[in-house]
């Protein structure tokens, strides 16, 4: 049993995160409806915008990684939840909406490091079990964000009150994380010299690198599908965009179910065992995706590869959690290994948003989304030849 002040970490947690992602799970399914209907964007164009916004991010999250180093977690995350609140409600105007992307992605990319920085203090000798919890909290929201996004956005006629309300949701995010009760002694402020200098270390940490490699060349695998889901249902399988809410909603059903379930099959296959589990299905469902026109099969490929897609994320906790652990020994924080975990993810998908901006015009989405599936194959066979290197 945890004791009060774990208990209340989980709680807090818990609340913010499904407030979060809420927010960040509906803007997920309205972004590309909202750039192309309301903005006139083209397909690619869209693609370009989270190009963008991933751009934001890894401009960004290394100083804002220092400046965690200096503040915590706990205000780091108040501080960057606040600022994407206010990004949203420029958004909503329509004006200088690349770089308003670009500053909300760097917001966005530090609440991630923070987050989970935090998750791992929520319960030292459950680690796994509280992991489960606050995600499934995230997951749990996002049941209702697809579906209440795209009906207010219908009742509407836009979804700029939408965006707005999004931006609301996320202050109040900002008031309940400073709630989070942290640990005496998980936080001591570094001066800028050991702060860069742990850094550094992080960047020549020969497991973390081989982390990064894996999950990066995953995430360029499975990013057309990402793009363009919404897109291709809504604009190529003429799915109307309220029916194509519902169905996401649906599927998050289905995310909640087995982000519960992610812990007992980490426990059965290994963190390496379930990722190439979950990226097996992923490769298969992005294929089926990419080579079928069938609006049924569309749907099913799409219910397998989001809860999939949901379940790498324990065993990835999980396994930046122990690169970490051995990060301390060479004077590294958790948020340090996070941070710079964040930097090469804003990187690479920046440049992969940039080159589906390119190729989508050419050879489509589709083509896109199959051949992506075949990469996310490869990289489930990879995964189980570096976890067994790497003994996780």
């Known amino acids: 049993m945890t004791d009060r002040p774990a208990r209340r970490r989980m709680a807090v947690l ?24 309301d903005l006139g964007l083209e397909n690619a164009g869209w693609a370009f915008l989270r190009s963008a916004s991933e751009l934001g991010g890894l401009v960004s999250v290394l100083s804002l990684g220092i400046l965690a180093e200096r503040l915590g977690p706990r205000r780091t995350s108040a501080v960057a939840l606040f600022g994407g609140a206010a990004m949203l409600v420029a958004l909503a105007t329509g004006r200088a909406t690349a770089a308003l992307i670009a500053f909300y992605g760097a917001f966005v990319s530090i609440t991630y490091v923070s987050f989970n920085t935090l998750a791992q203090r929520v ?3 459950r680690q796994s079990l509280a992991n489960a919890i606050y995600r499934a909290a995230g997951a749990a929201a996002a049941i209702a964000a697809p579906i209440v996004g795209t009906q207010a956005a219908q009742m ?12 609301l949701i996320l202050g109040v995010a900002g008031l309940v994380i400073l709630a989070y009760p942290e640990p005496e002694g998980s936080h001591r402020s570094r001066t800028l010299s050991e702060t860069l200098r742990g850094f550094a270390r992080c960047f020549r940490l020969p497991p973390l690198l081989a982390f990064i490699a894996a999950t990066r060349t995953f995430g360029v695998a499975i990013a057309a599908v990402g793009a363009f889901a919404a897109l291709r249902f809504t604009r190529e399988l003429h799915m109307s965009e309220p029916t194509f809410g519902v169905l996401c909603s649906l599927i998050a059903i289905g ?3 087995v982000v519960l379930a992610s812990g007992w099959v980490v426990d059965r296959l290994g963190t390496s065992g379930a990722l190439s589990f979950a990226w097996t299905g992923c490769g298969v469902a992005a294929i089926a995706l990419g080579s079928s026109d069938s609006l049924a099969v569309s749907i099913v490929a799409y219910a397998l590869f989001m809860p999939l897609f949901s379940m790498c994320s324990i065993p990835l906790s999980l ?3 122990r690169i970490s652990q051995t990060a301390s020994a060479a004077g590294a924080s958790e948020s340090m290994v996070f941070t710079v975990a964040k930097v090469f993810q804003s990187g690479t998908t920046m440049l992969v948003m940039a080159l589906l901006g390119v190729l989508e015009p050419k050879v489509g989405m589709q083509t896109l989304m199959a051949a992506g599936g075949v990469l996310g194959l490869i990289m489930a066979v ?3 030849r570096l976890g067994r290197a790497q003994n996780v």
């Open 156 to 167: 509407s006629g836009s979804y700029t009150p939408v965006i707005r309300t999004a931006a």
């Open 255 to 257: 995310n909640l179910a």
């Open 382 to 384: 990879a995964v189980v």
């Open 319 to 321: 396994w930046a959690t």
């Open 123 to 125: 319960s030292t000798r």
């Open 14 to 37: 818990a609340t913010t995160t499904a407030l979060y992602i809420f927010v960040e799970s509906g803007f997920i399914v309205i972004g590309p409806l909202w750039a192309t209907r």
